[in-house]
């Protein structure tokens, strides 16, 4: 956070000139129409993240994920081969959904209905009182496969029958710049969720941009300073756009200027940073290999996943709207496994430091929702350090091609 004096102006649009400065309409958050060309040429046409290989580590391991926004339920498999594949939830006899479980293992797949059974490769390979059908070929009726593919042991589908490209090259310089971030040694994970009725990307957007953070965190972040209508400007240390996808990052002490630390706070961070603390730059324990550009990054993998890095620690979110005007927020955190009690409940704190930011965050999505669909107001203003917002709008916009 820097002081209002000496502050550098408009480096963002100096660096972007071609998105322009001018106000942003906000028609794709509250349009039925533009939510419908978002679900058939973003949602059904792109990499999703729906997943990390470590919740279905051994064969028969599976999990299934609800995507309204694709009208359809995916089952995710790690096979006998240890491949992980991914098959619409839909039994080929007259389309139950073949699993009811969220997660599981199995050696395979029994329909509910009329007792159909998938193998963990998604073939057909049995079929009740088979000889009562007409000329079935079994070999023709398996799951529907969905392309599944993996990077740094993120599991991504894809629901376009032939992908554009491959996930390596869809996540392109994103994946150049985090690779050899140890994701697989930070395997503890907590998980929150939150039912908000809210676009999508209203919701993504408050958190794509440092300008709010000294006033809607002014309890959380910068809960020390006294007179917190002093200006207090956070800058981004540097902003990467890519074709659809983004990095904002912030640098910063992780303590606002004057506070101090509570009695509990001082506790969990002799055990072991947390979580704001890390943003700040305090180490979590020094991972090996960890490539931040700032001390916080937050990466936007187009179009609704977001990997936020520290150094010791990471979250993510996944973004899942249901409907124009309502979404499901998914929140995992991840640490390395805890060696004693002291880490561990530093790692309580640190979710709890996490969660108390993020419901702040909550507070306002739905109050924006509600009141765009007012038509009081027909457009975003943005400053410089809402770069992030203005470029989410023109990727989208590219995709949906309006
Ligand atoms: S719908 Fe699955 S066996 Fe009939
Ligand atoms: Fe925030």
């Given at each position: 956070m820097a002081a209002l004096s000496d502050v550098p102006t408009h480096l963002w649009a100096r660096k972007f000139p071609e998105l322009g400065t001018g106000p942003v309409s906000n028609r794709p958050c509250v349009s039925l129409e533009y939510f419908e060309l978002e679900r058939e040429r973003v949602f059904k046409r792109v990499w999703l993240n729906v997943g990390r290989v470590d919740e279905i580590p051994n064969p028969g391991d599976f999990l299934v994920r609800d995507l309204a926004v694709c009208k359809t339920s995916l089952l995710v498999v790690r096979g006998?081969?240890?491949?992980?594949?991914?098959?619409?939830?839909?039994?080929?006899?007259?389309?139950?959904?073949?699993?009811?479980?969220?997660?599981?293992?199995?050696?395979?797949?029994?329909?509910?209905?009329?007792?159909?059974?998938?193998?963990?490769?998604?073939?057909?390979?049995?079929?009740?009182?088979?000889?009562?059908?007409?000329?079935?070929?079994?070999?023709?009726?398996?799951?529907?496969?969905?392309?599944?593919?993996?990077?740094?042991?993120?599991?991504?589908?894809?629901?376009?029958?032939?992908?554009?490209?491959?996930?390596?090259?869809?996540?392109?310089?994103?994946?150049?710049?985090?690779?050899?971030?140890?994701?697989?040694?930070?395997?503890?994970?907590?998980?929150?969720?939150?039912?908000?009725?809210?676009?999508?990307?209203?919701?993504?957007?408050?958190?794509?941009?440092?300008?709010?953070?000294?006033?809607?965190?002014?309890?959380?972040?910068?809960?020390?300073?006294?007179?917190?209508?002093?200006?207090?400007?956070?800058?981004?240390?540097?902003?990467?756009?890519?074709?659809?996808?983004?990095?904002?990052?912030?640098?910063?002490?992780?303590?606002?200027?004057?506070?101090?630390?509570?009695?509990?706070?001082?506790?969990?961070?002799?055990?072991?940073?947390?979580?704001?603390?890390?943003?700040?730059?305090?180490?979590?324990?020094?991972q090996q290999g960890t490539k931040l550009v700032g001390t916080f990054d937050f990466w936007v993998i187009f179009p609704n996943f977001v990997m936020a890095l520290m150094d010791g620690t990471y979250f993510t979110y996944n973004l899942w709207p249901l409907a124009v005007d309502h979404t499901v927020w998914e929140i995992r955190t991840y640490y390395p496994p805890a060696r004693n009690a002291g880490e561990r409940f530093s790692q309580e704190f640190a979710k709890c430091t996490l969660r108390d930011p993020l419901l702040e965050d909550g507070s306002v999505h739905e109050r924006i929702q509600a009141m765009l669909g007012s038509g009081a107001k027909s457009h975003f203003i943005l400053q410089d350090e809402e770069i992030a917002v203005r470029h989410g709008y023109k990727v989208v916009a590219d995709y949906v091609g309006e």
């Open positions: 006998a081969d240890g491949g992980v594949r991914a098959f619409h939830n839909v039994c080929s006899h007259r389309g139950n959904q073949v699993s009811w479980r969220e997660k599981g293992n199995c050696r395979s797949f029994t329909c509910k209905f009329h007792g159909w059974t998938y193998d963990l490769d998604g073939k057909l390979v049995g079929v009740t009182d088979e000889a009562n059908f007409f000329g079935l070929n079994k070999a023709e009726n398996g799951l529907t496969p969905v392309a599944a593919d993996t990077w740094e042991g993120f599991i991504f589908v894809n629901l376009d029958p032939n992908p554009a490209e491959s996930l390596r090259d869809y996540l392109g310089e994103v994946a150049d710049h985090l690779e050899g971030y140890p994701f697989d040694k930070l395997t503890t994970r907590y998980t929150y969720q939150a039912d908000e009725r809210v676009n999508w990307k209203v919701l993504l957007d408050a958190q794509q941009e440092g300008y709010h953070v000294p006033f809607l965190h002014r309890l959380t972040f910068v809960k020390a300073v006294d007179n917190w209508q002093q200006e207090i400007l956070v800058r981004s240390v540097d902003v990467k756009l890519f074709k659809c996808h983004r990095l904002v990052s912030v640098g910063g002490s992780g303590q606002a200027p004057g506070s101090k630390l509570t009695p509990v706070e001082e506790l969990a961070r002799r055990y072991g940073a947390t979580t704001l603390a890390a943003m700040g730059g305090a180490s979590h324990g020094g």
